[in-house]
């Protein structure tokens, strides 16, 4: 660029060329908007730290006159610069950090996704742009885990403000589903601690990187190096900012970072948590989508929540006008279209709102609207008269093809602009008079429309990176379609490992990390966005069925389209034998369960009862007769040389004698009662026990929490190996004071917390029934007291009898442990349901490192004699006997569901170890105790009708 001519002035200033449209820059006033050079940016920047300095110093946006600008408005100062100036100012090497927080606080960029907040004192006025970001707060959920390993817990809290939780966490991962406001997040909070640094000198040093950029580096502190050389040249030591715990470091996009396969991408996550542990003085911010945050950091989690009702509505009004908002309102709300699950997204309500801004009209699913997006954005850039740009077809193609390259090369989501250039040279032509070469004329298109940015590279180089990369999944989806269309084989895009001869090793996990998914192919939400854009959706579902029944099923759930009863049914089914087949990976037969969960788990019956839903497990029959319950004194004995004191309670090993019944394959889900919470359960009183009755109207009729203390103080007296077996567990000593201080310490101290715990539970429903980690229907319900697993028996009787399933001489209940541990054991003497040995690859207890439920029957391949899934592991199962000695008499009183008293649970759970789950093991709790991993499985007491 060449110099202009420059005159000077009084007080200092400078003029060049035309005040009126070039570059001033004087003590008090800067405008910078053509003509300038790089020594005029710099001068212009030191001028902006000083006016940013200054408390009350305003930012706003405005077009005018063909030109859109930025200004700052102090008391005696301003600035106005042209946008284009205003980027080149945040791309600069900065000479020093107050230059550095500068360009931050005026960068476009960071101004276009942190305008849902306030960032600075004064205010931010936005252009009305449909292109722009959702100008809306979302809220989020701060899962708080206590405990490590197995024995985490995590608790929900929702908060109004991601600067609550910067406040109070150093070191957390932002989660969300794709075009949440993940980024939005975290640029929110680089551009306030840059605001917060220059004008006080005070907090952390921000710099924010994505990963999309992590390639080809040794480790994290390669790359933060690299990065802030990038921005800060040499003026400042990213070692000593980290010795001296001054750097926040906020890292977006755990989900771009290029990998060449699962292995090496759990590698480089182990290596970011090796750093965040290395520096843990400083504070590091990641960010992630849900579904792909599979290898965890080991941090605290923060989700943002979908947006509700009122958080749309006050959008709408605020972009549309309060009679359009109402219509557009009223069109998604009624709609059978599902609009409003879209609405529910940030992204896509910036979406639904520019073309119905335009159009009048809305897509009817996400495919769709990124179509009807893209052309809306083409359509208002074609309408500034480019003669010589090519048609619209041209650059959809180019686009798709574009996007297509770039998740088939792995190389994350950004390329150079010659890299880019490479990938569209032979892919389009352009026309011949433009005078561009053809990648020349796709990329300037794709800026000028928003569908493309730009950036400076690490080497001086230009950048190019989708502007979302929803957006770059969607025209890559297009391009899908098309390969799909003529005749080409998508298996390398659409197959993952799913076999256990083929599922790549896990690798060592620690203690705190579950065992992951299945690896990702990538190309999971292209393909599904691809089905919303088939037009013969089963068909093309259909071809992905054959490879990956799991992403056929997701398409049919997320795709938003239409599709037939005969293609539900046979993924159903696909996913059932997914499930129940041993050669399938346990990593896949979980992720199989989940998605059947969702599209519709043909296991269990539905039934209509009065108009009313009702949902019934399979259940399997159990000859009657005479069984031995217990253990022997060789096991006992076994067991105490081991240090576990519990074997005594389960002597003597002696006979019983059983009438038939039928007991549930699985243990109750969540699908199953939630017909019951549906159904207002909770008040047909009837239902509930007398006791139950109590505990409804707040009371702990069984004890509470000091019933419960006295429990765990038991336990360890038994098994005073616990902390033992612990101490040898990597990172468990939190886990260890944590008990330590339960039942070691000040008792009252004990009572308190707990107290505490039971307080906050709602006698309405279970506990942690809203919490999505446990809420998938065909996961085992947790949270359940004694009672209300009593009172759920109670009322599927009713439900069973009025359709005619149960006659009056039978009823649904708890089984008693009798009669628990002979469906899972059988006539003989095993020690668990499938043999004498416990092995972590047959049951999800913490062995296996689930760390969570999982989907009833994944398990199948290790079923009790009689059929029983789960007898060992996932939830503990309340039975309906009170906890009394052996030998087991079903007529000393222990079988009174009024009488008072723990009451037995059997078969362990995904927190504890399998040695608990062991078919003659007695575990107990209070009756009114609840916890994550507490559940239960129904019985009939004679044949059904």
């Given at each position: 660029m060449s110099e202009p001519e420059s005159v000077s002035t009084e007080g200092g200033a400078v003029v060049h060329g035309d005040v009126g449209s070039g570059t001033f820059i004087g003590r008090d006033q800067i405008i910078v908007l053509s003509g300038y050079s790089q020594a005029q940016l710099e001068q212009a920047l030191e001028g902006m730290v000083h006016m940013l300095q200054q408390p009350g110093t305003s930012i706003r946006f405005a077009d005018g006159e063909g030109r859109r600008t930025m200004s700052l408005a102090g008391e005696d100062t301003g600035a106005t610069v042209s946008l284009e100036a205003a980027m080149a100012l945040s791309s600069m090497v900065a000479r020093n950090q107050s230059s550095y927080l500068a360009s931050m606080?005026?960068?476009?960029?960071?101004?276009?996704w942190g305008t849902q907040f306030v960032p600075l004192s004064g205010t931010l006025?936005?252009?009305?742009?449909?292109?722009?970001?959702?100008?809306?707060?979302?809220?989020?959920?701060?899962?708080?885990?206590?405990?490590?390993?197995?024995?985490?817990?995590?608790?929900?809290?929702?908060?109004?403000?991601?600067?609550?939780?910067?406040?109070?966490?150093?070191?957390?991962?932002?989660?969300?589903?794709?075009?949440?406001?993940?980024?939005?997040?975290?640029?929110?909070?680089?551009?306030?601690?840059?605001?917060?640094?220059?004008?006080?000198?005070?907090?952390?040093?921000?710099?924010?990187?994505?990963?999309?950029?992590?390639?080809?580096?040794?480790?994290?502190?390669?790359?933060?190096?690299?990065?802030?050389?990038?921005?800060?040249?040499?003026?400042?030591?990213?070692?000593?900012?980290?010795?001296?715990?001054?750097?926040?470091?906020?890292?977006?996009?755990?989900?771009?970072?290029?990998?060449?396969g699962d292995q090496e991408f759990r590698g480089k996550i182990r290596s970011w948590r090796d750093f965040v542990n290395r520096w843990p003085e400083?504070?590091?911010?990641?960010?992630?989508?849900?579904?792909?945050?599979?290898?965890?950091?080991?941090?605290?989690?923060?989700?943002?929540?979908?947006?509700?009702?009122?958080?749309?509505?006050?959008?709408?009004e605020q972009y549309l006008g309060d009679e359009s908002a109402e219509s557009f309102w009223m069109r998604i709300a009624a709609g059978r279209d599902n609009l409003v699950s879209l609405a529910r997204n940030p992204y896509l309500?910036?979406?639904?709102?520019?073309?119905?801004?335009?159009?009048?009209?809305?897509?009817?699913?996400?495919?769709?609207?990124?179509?009807?997006?893209?052309?809306?954005?083409?359509?208002?850039?074609?309408?500034?008269?480019?003669?010589?740009?090519?048609?619209?077809?041209?650059?959809?193609?180019a686009l798709a093809q574009l996007a297509w390259s770039m998740l088939a090369s792995g190389e994350g989501t950004k390329l150079s602009y010659s890299a880019m250039a490479r990938l569209l040279r032979h892919q389009v032509d352009a026309p011949l008079d433009s005078g561009y070469t053809p990648s020349d004329v796709i990329i300037q298109l794709g800026l000028a429309t928003s569908l493309l940015e730009s950036h400076a590279g690490a080497e001086g180089e230009e950048e190019i990176f989708?502007?979302?990369h929803l957006l770059q999944e969607a025209m890559a989806a297009r391009e899908m379609l098309r390969r799909w269309r003529s005749g080409e084989d998508l298996t390398p895009q659409v197959a993952v490992p799913r076999l256990v001869v083929e599922m790549p090793d896990a690798g060592p996990l620690g203690p705190n990390e579950p065992l992951p998914p299945p690896p990702s192919s990538g190309w999971e939400e292209t393909t599904v966005?691809?089905?919303?854009?088939?037009?013969?959706?089963?068909?093309?579902?259909?071809?992905v069925r054959g490879v990956n029944p799991i992403l056929?099923?997701?398409?049919?759930?997320?795709?938003?389209?239409a599709t037939t009863e005969s293609l539900r049914s046979l993924l159903v089914a696909d996913l059932q034998r997914e499930m129940s087949d041993p050669a399938v990976h346990l990593r896949a037969r979980i992720a199989a369960g989940n998605v059947l969960g969702d599209l519709g788990d043909g296991r269990f019956e539905q039934l209509t009862v009065d108009d009313r839903p009702v949902c019934l497990g399979p259940l399997v029959e159990v000859p009657g007769g005479k069984t031995r319950i217990g253990s022997t004194g060789r096991v006992t004995r076994q067991l105490s040389r081991e240090g576990h004191g519990f074997g005594k309670e389960e002597q003597p090993r002696h006979p019983v004698r059983l009438a038939p019944y039928r007991v549930g394959v699985h243990p109750v889900t969540n699908g199953e009662y939630r017909r019951f919470v549906e159904d207002d359960g909770y008040r047909k009183f009837g239902c509930w026990t007398e006791a139950g009755r109590a505990w409804l109207r707040g009371e702990n009729p069984g004890g509470g929490p000091e019933a419960e203390f006295l429990n765990l103080r038991r336990h360890l007296s038994v098994d005073p190996s616990t902390l033992a077996r612990w101490q040898q567990t990597p990172g468990a000593s939190k886990e260890i004071s944590g008990w330590r201080a339960l039942v070691s310490e000040s008792d009252q101290r004990a009572i308190v917390e707990l107290e505490e715990y039971y307080a906050r539970r709602s006698r309405t429903q279970p506990a942690f029934w809203e919490d999505e980690r446990y809420g998938r229907s065909n996961h085992p319900v947790v949270g359940v007291t004694w009672y209300e697993a009593m009172a759920y028996c109670a009322w599927l009787t009713v439900q069973l009898k009025l359709a005619g399933h149960l006659d009056q001489t039978h009823a649904v209940r708890l089984a008693t442990e009798a009669e628990w541990e002979h469906a899972a054991k059988g006539f003989g003497s095993p020690a668990y349901p499938w043999g004498r040995n416990g092995d972590s690859r047959f049951a999800n207890t913490r062995e296996g490192q689930i760390l969570g439920p999982t989907p009833v029957g994944a398990y199948a391949v290790t079923r009790s004699p009689f059929g029983c899934a789960d007898m060992t592991g996932n939830v503990w199962e309340w039975t309906r006997s009170l906890h009394r000695s052996y030998p087991y008499d079903p007529t000393d009183g222990r079988e009174d569901e009024n009488d008072h008293g723990y009451r037995v649970v059997r078969g362990s759970s995904w927190i504890d170890p399998q040695l608990y789950?062991?078919?003659?093991?007695?575990?107990?709790?209070?009756?009114?105790?609840?916890?994550?991993?507490?559940?239960?499985?129904?019985?009939?007491?004679?044949?059904?009708?």
């Open positions: 606080i005026v960068s476009p960029v960071l101004r276009r006025t936005v252009v009305q742009d449909p292109s722009g970001i959702l100008e809306v707060h979302p809220e989020f959920s701060i899962l708080h885990a206590r405990g490590e390993g197995a024995e985490r817990r995590v608790f929900r809290e929702r908060v109004p403000d991601i600067s609550t939780v910067a406040r109070r966490y150093d070191t957390f991962v932002v989660l969300g589903e794709p075009g949440a406001g993940k980024t939005t997040v975290l640029c929110k909070l680089a551009l306030e601690a840059a605001e917060t640094r220059l004008r006080t000198g005070a907090g952390r040093l921000p710099l924010l990187v994505t990963l999309a950029d992590y390639r080809d580096y040794t480790d994290p502190y390669a790359f933060v190096a690299d990065q802030a050389r990038q921005r800060l040249g040499d003026s400042v030591s990213v070692r000593d900012l980290l010795a001296r715990g001054e750097l926040l470091l906020l890292v977006d996009s755990l989900n771009e970072m290029p990998r060449a400083n504070q590091f911010i990641f960010s992630c989508r849900q579904r792909d945050y599979s290898e965890p950091l080991g941090v605290q989690q923060v989700e943002i929540d979908p947006l509700d009702d009122a958080r749309i509505r006050l959008f709408l309500l910036t979406m639904l709102t520019a073309i119905y801004l335009f159009e009048g009209d809305l897509p009817t699913n996400r495919a769709l609207l990124f179509t009807n997006f893209i052309e809306v954005l083409f359509r208002r850039e074609s309408s500034k008269g480019h003669t010589d740009w090519p048609p619209q077809t041209v650059l959809f193609t989708f502007y979302h966005l691809a089905a919303g854009l088939a037009e013969d959706p089963s068909a093309f579902i259909e071809s056929a099923a997701r398409c049919v759930l997320e795709a938003g389209i789950g062991r078919c003659a093991y007695r575990g107990r709790h209070p009756p009114d105790f609840f916890d994550y991993d507490q559940g239960f499985r129904v019985v009939v007491s004679g044949r059904p009708e």
